[in-house]
Nanobody
Framework: QVQLVESGGGLVQGGESLSVSCAAS????????RAWYRRAPGKQRELVAI???????NYADSVQGRFTATMNNAANAIDLQMNNLKPEDTSTYFC???????????????????WGQGRLVTVYT
């Protein structure tokens, strides 16, 4: 069964850096567009970065120039490096991916969207 497992995050002071990672496991045939989202307490979920199949990344204006999303195809993983963190970056960060998986019959395949479990990033002044 396909799943996305996140790691990283934590507590840092403003101006410092952190990273979060997201590894996909299971019977994966192909991973389509991947993305990072975040949700701050009391706020709606916000798109942080989208990574296309070619590896190009597009960012929200609020993180442009500070965050970098990279893809590790060999590991079916994506990373989010966050530099010069600000208190307003405090959120739970979630990875998301559209994945084609081979089913247990070994013949059929299915496309589904998956979410990581979320990692908390807290930035204090």
């Amino acid at each position: 069964q396909v799943q996305l497992v996140e790691s990283g995050g934590g507590l840092v002071q403003g101006g410092e850096s952190l990273s979060v990672s997201c590894a996909a496991s299971g019977n994966i045939l192909r991973v389509n567009q991947r993305a990072w989202y975040r949700r701050a307490p009391g706020k709606q979920r916000e798109l942080v970065a989208i990574i296309t199949e070619s590896g190009n990344a597009n960012y929200a204006d609020s993180v442009q120039g500070r965050f970098t999303a990279t893809m590790n195809n060999a590991a079916n993983a994506i990373d989010l490096q966050m530099n010069n963190l600000k208190p307003e970056d405090t959120s739970t960060y979630f990875c998301h991916a559209g994945i084609w998986e081979r089913l247990s019959d070994g013949i059929n395949q299915r496309y589904s969207e998956f979410w990581g479990q979320g990692r908390l990033v807290t930035v204090y002044t």
